[in-house]
């Protein structure tokens, strides 16, 4: 499977136990409506199958999984921190009103201010907020994705119009 087959879901945090049972963490908004016969595992560049023996859910955003053939802490250890990903035909369908900050991904950010900074990189959501990461002057900047600076998002054009606090982009471009 390559990576454009694919979906981002989360990555595995820590073993849990001697017998290969690993948390993942997830980043993806609706993980408990996801199937989990086989996780693909980004080593090195390649996506590498693992099937699912057993997932245990829990609510704060993490699983407790144990994998087919991973049946020792030792086996185990090279799945820390790597990405997880499910094949595209596995995405939970969404309605037509339905947005997600994540969706402004390879949108191109403009302020009010400054004009265009760039295409959004990378949107991560953290425990408050969600922040957008922009390449600005080839440096990188973080920015935060809340209703208080976002002026307009347009769809189709891709392009999100943004007030940031005056000052923000300083602290990165000095």
Do not use: C, W
């Not at 001697?18 to 996506?47: C, H, P, R, S, T």
């Not at 408050?128 to 809340?146: G, H, M, R, S």
């Amino acid at each position: 499977m390559k990576h454009e087959e694919a979906f981002y879901i989360g990555y595995v945090t820590k073993t849990r136990g001697l017998k290969g049972e690993v948390q993942i963490f997830f980043e993806f908004d609706e993980y408990e409506k996801l199937l989990f016969d086989v996780v693909f595992a980004d080593m090195n560049g390649k996506l590498v199958p693992y099937f699912v023996a057993s997932a245990k859910l829990q609510v704060n955003k993490t699983g407790y999984f144990n994998f087919d053939d991973v049946d020792h802490i030792d086996k185990a250890q090279p799945l820390l921190k790597k990405k997880l990903y499910l094949p595209i035909a596995l995405m939970p369908e969404r309605g037509e009103d339905e947005f997600f900050y994540t969706d402004l991904k390879g949108f191109t950010a403009v302020d009010e201010t400054l004009g265009e900074l760039g295409e959004i990189l990378e949107v991560n959501e953290y425990p408050q907020q969600f922040v957008a990461t922009v390449l600005y002057k080839e440096t990188e900047i973080l920015f935060p994705l809340n209703e208080d600076f976002i002026v307009e998002i347009d769809d189709e054009g891709k392009i999100l119009t943004l007030s940031l606090p005056e000052g923000l982009l300083d602290i990165y471009l000095s």
